[in-house]
C-alpha cells in the first residue's frame, strides 16, 4: 500500500534503475540486487518481501547484506581498504562509513534527496496486479491475476510464481494443489474468511480463520480451499516455481 520508489542495481548492471511504486506493484528481484526503497508519500508505505530462504546464512531468514550503517559491509573494512577499492580521499571514505548512524529503516536528513523515478526504468521490472488484465473472472465470484514470465520476464529468473485473487462475499476458491510439487506461501490482503488444508493422505491439517495480515504455507500436494466472509477476502501468493 502507499506509493513510493525503489533504486535497483541488477548484477552486472553498469547503471541503476529507479522505479515508481504504486499500490497493487509486483517486483521479481533475483539473488545479488542491491536496492533502496523509499516512502516518499504523506502515508504509510507497505512493502511486503516473499521468497525462498532455504539457502540463506540462516534457514528461514532473509540475508540482507547492508552497505552503509551500523553493521554494514563497508564499515567492517579499514578506511585504507575502501579508498583503494573505490579510489575515495580517506575523507570521503569517511562520510561514505560513518555518516549514516541507523541501521535498515533510516530517516532522511533535511535537504536530503534521492534521483527521481522513471517510468521507463520500470518497464519490465514492475507488473501492477491491480491494473493488469483478469486471467479469471467470475461474475459475482471473483478475480484472479496471475504473474507469470510472459508479463514480469524476471519471474523465471527468479523461479517463483504469484497470483493476486480476489473472492467476492461469501464465495469459495475451490480446492487445488500445485501439480508440479510446488510450496505455496499465501498473505491475506484484505477482508476475512475461512481456510482448510487436507493433506495427500485425505488428512485435515488445517482448519482456520484468517484475516488481513495472516500468512500461512501450504505443502508439497496439499490441497487448499478458502471460503470468504460476508466483506469478501483477497490475498497474494507466491509458489516455488514459475
Given at each position: 500500500?502507499?506509493?513510493?520508489?525503489a533504486?535497483?542495481v541488477?548484477p552486472?548492471?553498469?547503471?541503476?534503475k529507479?522505479?515508481?511504486?504504486r499500490?497493487?506493484?509486483?517486483?521479481?528481484?533475483?539473488f545479488?540486487?542491491?536496492?533502496w526503497?523509499?516512502?516518499?508519500?504523506?502515508?504509510?508505505?507497505v512493502?511486503?518481501?516473499?521468497?525462498?530462504?532455504?539457502?540463506?546464512?540462516?534457514?528461514?531468514?532473509?540475508t540482507?547484506?547492508?552497505?552503509?550503517?551500523?553493521?554494514s559491509?563497508?564499515?567492517?573494512?579499514?578506511?585504507?581498504?575502501?579508498?583503494?577499492?573505490?579510489?575515495?580521499?580517506?575523507?570521503?571514505?569517511?562520510?561514505?562509513?560513518?555518516?549514516?548512524k541507523?541501521q535498515?529503516?533510516v530517516?532522511l536528513?533535511?535537504?536530503q534527496?534521492?534521483p527521481?523515478?522513471?517510468?521507463?526504468?520500470?518497464?519490465?521490472?514492475v507488473?501492477?496486479c491491480?491494473?493488469?488484465?483478469?486471467?479469471?473472472?467470475v461474475?459475482?465470484?471473483?478475480?484472479?491475476?496471475?504473474l507469470?514470465?510472459?508479463n514480469l520476464p524476471?519471474v523465471?529468473?527468479?523461479?517463483?510464481?504469484?497470483?493476486?485473487?480476489?473472492?467476492?462475499?461469501?464465495?469459495?476458491?475451490?480446492p487445488?494443489?500445485?501439480?508440479?510439487s510446488?510450496f505455496q506461501?499465501?498473505y491475506?490482503?484484505?477482508?476475512?474468511?475461512?481456510?482448510?488444508v487436507v493433506g495427500?493422505d485425505?488428512?485435515?491439517?488445517?482448519?482456520?480463520?484468517?484475516k488481513?495480515?495472516c500468512?500461512?504455507?501450504v505443502?508439497?500436494?496439499?490441497?487448499?480451499?478458502?471460503?470468504?466472509?460476508?466483506?469478501?477476502?483477497?490475498?497474494?501468493?507466491?509458489?516455488?516455481?514459475?
Amino acid at each position: 500500500t502507499g506509493k513510493g520508489r525503489a533504486g535497483i542495481v541488477m548484477p552486472e548492471a553498469t547503471k541503476e534503475k529507479v522505479v515508481p511504486l504504486r499500490k497493487g506493484d509486483a517486483l521479481a528481484l533475483p539473488f545479488g540486487v542491491v536496492t533502496w526503497w523509499f516512502n516518499d508519500g504523506d502515508g504509510e508505505l507497505v512493502v511486503l518481501f516473499l521468497g525462498d530462504t532455504s539457502k540463506a546464512h540462516r534457514s528461514g531468514e532473509f540475508t540482507n547484506f547492508l552497505l552503509t550503517g551500523v553493521g554494514s559491509l563497508f564499515h567492517g573494512f579499514s578506511t585504507e581498504f575502501v579508498s583503494r577499492a573505490w579510489d575515495l580521499k580517506e575523507e570521503e571514505v569517511e562520510k561514505l562509513v560513518k555518516a549514516q548512524k541507523g541501521q535498515g529503516i533510516v530517516k532522511l536528513r533535511e535537504g536530503q534527496s534521492l534521483p527521481a523515478a522513471s517510468e521507463e526504468d520500470a518497464k519490465g521490472m514492475v507488473f501492477n496486479c491491480e491494473s493488469a488484465p483478469l486471467d479469471v473472472d467470475v461474475k459475482g465470484g471473483g478475480r484472479v491475476v496471475v504473474l507469470t514470465d510472459k508479463n514480469l520476464p524476471l519471474v523465471g529468473e527468479v523461479g517463483l510464481g504469484a497470483d493476486l485473487v480476489r473472492i467476492d462475499s461469501a464465495s469459495m476458491c475451490s480446492p487445488g494443489f500445485s501439480s508440479d510439487s510446488a510450496f505455496q506461501v499465501t498473505y491475506v490482503i484484505r477482508g476475512s474468511g475461512r481456510v482448510q488444508v487436507v493433506g495427500i493422505d485425505g488428512r485435515r491439517v488445517l482448519e482456520t480463520r484468517v484475516k488481513a495480515g495472516c500468512l500461512f504455507i501450504v505443502p508439497r500436494f496439499f490441497v487448499v480451499s478458502k471460503i470468504a466472509d460476508g466483506d469478501g477476502m483477497e490475498w497474494f501468493s507466491i509458489i516455488t516455481t514459475p
